[in-house]
T-cell receptor, first 115, second 112 residues
Framework: DSGVTQTPKHLITATGQRVTLRCSPR?????VYWYQQSLDQGLQFLIQ???????AKGNILERFSAQQFPDLHSELNLSSLELGDSALYFC??????????????FGQGTRLTVV | AQSVAQPEDQVNVAEGNPLTVKCTYS??????LFWYVQYPNRGLQFLLK??????LVKGSYGFEAEFNKSQTSFHLKKPSALVSDSALYFC??????????FGKGTSLLVTP
């Protein structure tokens, strides 16, 4: 168990809808990262938050947004969903020691299916 | 931009034989390199990392990786493969914002 909790594990929704994925990082970790894993794009970094502030953006679509709350949990919001958004979405956390070059711990992911 | 490449989609090895999963990197500055493993329907698990120091890095489950600066490589190795090592392996490089840029992954199949 990595200590990173993601909910829900599975999500099926229709095109055009909006969903929210939730992530609770490891206790004490300040950084939260969101990744998307799909067959055609592989594992792509979406966005990072550090202690409540956006730190870095990767290949995140404008229809997607995220936030990190004061208790350090994070949510990834996906809107106007398209079939191509079907993927496994991972959350990872790191930064407990303050050292940036530490490994990230991954949750088990949320499998999103858009129909 | 920091990137890694995994040239093999799949590696097949017999149980008990040594295994190597290849990774090459392209970075500006010092590379911070990682290996992760993904079992079916699971998240990624950290295996090992190279930040600085010894070129041979030892990690979890008997895996090790050799950092080679001249060849810009960071190959994952294990002296004796187990059937249970069959999984998807990802090489990654940490970018300037500390997120990871992953390779496309290599599927390792260890046959009895």
């Amino acid at each position: 168990d990595s200590g990173v909790t993601q909910t829900p594990k599975h999500l099926i929704t229709a095109t055009g809808q909006r969903v929210t994925l939730r992530c609770s990082p490891r206790s004490g970790d300040l950084s939260v990262y969101w990744y998307q894993q799909s067959l055609d794009q592989g594992l792509q970094f979406l966005i990072q938050y550090y202690n409540g502030e956006e730190r870095a953006k990767g290949n995140i679509l404008e229809r997607f947004s995220a936030q990190q709350f004061p208790d350090l949990h994070s949510e990834l919001n996906l809107s106007s969903l398209e079939l191509g958004d079907s993927a496994l979405y991972f959350c990872a956390s790191s930064g407990r020691t303050g050292n940036p070059n530490t490994e990230a711990f991954f949750g088990q992911g949320t499998r999103l299916t858009v129909v | 931009a920091q990137s890694v490449a995994q040239p093999e989609d799949q590696v097949n090895v017999a149980e008990g034989n040594p295994l190597t999963v290849k990774c090459t990197y392209s970075v500006s500055g010092n590379p911070y390199l990682f290996w992760y493993v993904q079992y079916p329907n699971r998240g990624l698990q950290f295996l090992l990392k190279y930040i600085t120091g010894d070129n041979l890095v030892k990690g979890s489950y008997g895996f090790e990786a050799e950092f080679n600066k001249s060849q810009t490589s960071f190959h994952l190795k294990k002296p004796s493969a187990l059937v249970s090592d069959s999984a998807l392996y990802f090489c990654a490089v940490q970018n300037s914002g500390y997120a990871l840029n992953f390779g496309k992954g290599t599927s390792l199949l260890v046959t009895p």
